[in-house]
């Protein structure tokens, strides 16, 4: 199902932003190697140069230590996609779509190349983006609606996408 513009992750603005602002990040991180920067002052040019080219809060982000993280690409990418937006009117089919993409491994084509395909399983499995989208828009979003849970008898289950989308959109 396609989701409304305003629903789906803006990937056309973060793929213009994204070559810049990896750069940005590798280049510090280069600055770091050779000569430090105890006093945080390149860090907070960066947090700035960020800012300027995102209009995004950079605090959030860990830009001194992505190694240990999801490494440079999903930082660069993360910082680089807008953030989710409110949206009125939101249906339950959306919210059950969202459900499908967070629950249902997806490979897209990525052998054409195309910056969507390279980022989308990120989307959906490393990303906050849909979890915010939902908190932004009134919805009980849970991380543990999507784990696996263990019943009185000891077994192992998971919820169904229709069990997540129900307890998202009745815990509005």
Not at 1 to 21: C, G, Q, S
Not at 38 to 44: G, R
Not at 51 to 66: A, P, R, V, Y
Not at 116 to 124: A, G, M, P, Q
């Amino acid at each position: 199902m396609k989701l409304r513009d305003e629903i789906e992750p803006d990937f056309e603005t973060a793929e213009k932003r994204y070559p810049e602002v990896l750069k940005l990040i590798l280049d510090y991180t280069e600055w770091c190697d050779e000569h430090g920067d105890e006093d945080s002052v390149e860090y907070k040019k960066l947090e700035d140069r960020l800012h300027s080219i995102t209009g995004k809060d950079i605090s959030q982000f860990n830009l001194w230590e992505w190694w240990e993280a999801d490494g440079a690409e999903n930082l660069a990418f993360s910082i680089s996609l807008p953030e989710p937006e409110i949206v009125n009117d939101l249906t339950k089919d959306e919210v059950a779509e969202i459900v499908r993409r967070l629950k249902t491994f997806e490979i897209l084509d990525a052998e054409n190349g195309a910056f969507k395909s390279l980022f989308y399983n990120y989307i959906c499995f490393g990303s906050d983006f849909y979890p915010k989208f939902l908190k932004m828009n009134g919805l009980a979003y849970d991380i543990k609606l999507f784990q696996s849970h263990k019943d009185k008898n000891g077994n192992y289950f998971e919820f169904s996408r229709e069990e997540i989308t129900n307890q998202l959109w009745n815990g509005k």
